[in-house]
């Protein structure tokens, strides 16, 4: 059964520092989302990527934050200067059109030092 | 904007038992409902979902859900739980269904004791 992947499972970065997370959508899937998982905190929504723009953004998705498909399959999520609140557990998730069922990535367990 | 209430934040239960989890949600519009499992260290998985048609939605694992339109509610069940059914429950609602993005709460965790 195809899988939503994701790179690296885990990254340890200084505050400050750029970095990016990478995600493989399942094939033939056309929406792309991230959310992340603060420790101990609901799942949040930051960002919807459709058509290769961005649909919806939530207030969390700030400046610092992009995405983009650099290869039409990779899909990333990039922090420009990482805050030490920015480390979270990070979800990818793909949809195929005309099914309404978002697929998970394991995750990326982002830690800021 | 849509939200989810899950009312338990734990839920300890003996093998074999049954168990209830409940999500209520509030929304204007119609919405459609989730609920996903999440074993330690690992990702969301999809257990169920309820786009429409039957109000009783069965899912993996033995897992079953009934939406309440009139109790905004979509509470999971399950007749007899494992051990291997330990883990974090999250409810999630979206507006319609392409391009939407799902609005979570906040987990419960099941705790099956053997």
């Known amino acids: 059964e195809p899988e939503v992947t994701q790179t690296p499972s885990h990254q340890v970065t200084q505050m400050g520092q750029e970095v990016i997370l990478r995600c493989v959508p399942i094939?033939?899937?056309?929406?792309f989302y991230w959310y992340r998982q603060i420790l101990g905190q609901k799942v949040e929504f930051l960002v919807s990527f459709y058509n290769n723009e961005i649909s919806e953004k939530s207030e969390i998705f700030d400046d610092q934050f992009s995405v983009e498909r650099p290869d039409g399959s990779n899909f990333t999520l990039k922090i420009r200067s990482t805050k030490l609140e920015d480390s979270a557990m990070y979800f990818c998730?793909?949809?195929?059109?005309?099914?309404?069922?978002?697929?998970f990535g394991p995750g990326t367990r982002l830690l800021v030092l | 904007a849509q939200s989810v209430t899950q009312l338990d934040s734990q839920v300890p239960v003996f093998e074999e038992a049954p168990v209830e989890l409940r999500c209520n949600y509030s929304?204007?519009?119609?919405?459609?409902l989730f609920w996903y499992v999440q074993y330690p260290n690992q990702g969301l998985q999809l257990l169920l979902k309820?786009?429409?048609?039957?109000?009783l939605v069965k899912g993996i694992n033995g897992f079953e859900a009934e939406f309440n339109k009139s109790q905004t509610s979509f509470h999971l069940r399950k007749p007899s739980v494992h051990i291997s059914d330990t883990a974090e429950y999250f409810c999630a609602v979206r507006k319609g269904q392409n391009g939407n993005k799902l609005v979570f709460g906040a987990g419960t965790i099941l705790r099956v004791k053997s």
């Open positions: 998730a793909t949809e195929v059109s005309g099914q309404g069922t978002q697929y």
């Open positions: 929304s204007s519009v119609s919405v459609y």
């Open positions: 094939s033939n899937h056309l929406y």
């Open positions: 309820y786009l429409s048609g039957s109000t």
